[in-house]
């Protein structure tokens, strides 16, 4: 196997995992309680951010690896 092979396989995994983590950050940066037939919704804008940057990156790394391991 070659080592282009081999780098595109980690990348495609790295991009899993931090696509996962991404996800992760953007649904826990919201949370809505209601009280007294109120509904108060708190939301944590850097947390979604940086949620869907993990999320951009998460691309990135996944067509890398699909590029790395395509290549002749």
Same mark, same amino acid.
């Given at each position: 196997?070659?080592?282009?092979?081999?780098?595109?396989?980690? $990348?495609?995994?790295?991009?899993?995992?931090?696509?996962?983590?991404?996800?992760?950050?953007?649904?826990?940066?919201?949370?809505?309680?209601?009280? $007294?037939?109120?509904?108060?919704?708190?939301?944590?804008?850097?947390?979604?951010?940086? !949620?869907? $940057?993990?999320? !951009?990156?998460?691309?990135? $790394?996944?067509?890398?690896?699909?590029?790395?391991?395509?290549?002749?």
């Amino acid at each position: 196997m070659k080592i282009g092979k081999i780098i595109g396989a980690v $990348l495609i995994l790295g991009a899993i995992y931090i696509g996962y983590l991404g996800i992760n950050k953007v649904s826990n940066s919201s949370a809505e309680v209601e009280v $007294l037939g109120l509904e108060i919704d708190a939301s944590n804008d850097s947390g979604k951010e940086r !949620g869907f $940057l993990y999320i !951009g990156l998460a691309i990135v $790394l996944f067509g890398g690896g699909i590029y790395s391991l395509n290549k002749k």
